[in-house]
């Protein structure tokens, strides 16, 4: 029997996740597209928001390459990184104008946080 405003036929258990690894941690383009396939499943749950555009950040979460990432901040800005780092990426506008603007924006940030 339902009471107020719940209805025991429209809750879901979890909001949902799919796990693909490989179990000897090789990497493939396989899992890859495997990966962002699933990613087109979680529409029901709210993976996409009403305006059929934007999203609720459903993604995909990758191990990092950490030997990678040492060499390229070392040929990059001559110096190590330390024992715990972090890594983002960010997504630029085509338009030089607002790319750039968008980079000084990220990089006061960062100088306010103490971060370079």
Same mark, same amino acid.
């Given at each position: 029997m339902s009471t107020g405003l #719940? $209805?025991?036929e429209d809750v $879901? *258990?979890?909001c949902g996740f799919g796990l693909i690894a490989h179990m000897q941690g090789k990497a493939s383009h396989e899992l890859l597209a495997t990966a962002i396939e699933s990613l087109t499943c979680m529409t029901h749950r709210g993976g996409? &928001? &009403?305006d059929g555009k934007?999203? *609720?950040g459903c993604g995909l979460l990758l191990k990092k390459p950490d030997a990678f990432l040492r060499k390229v901040a070392k040929d990059a800005f001559g110096g190590e990184l330390s024992e715990? #780092?972090?890594i983002g990426q960010i997504f630029l506008?085509? *338009?030089e104008a607002k790319a750039t603007s968008a980079r000084e924006a990220v990089a006061g940030v960062l100088a306010d946080n103490g971060l370079q």
């Open positions: #719940y $209805r025991p $879901r *258990d979890n996409i &928001a &009403a934007t999203g *609720d715990l #780092y972090g506008s085509q *338009d």
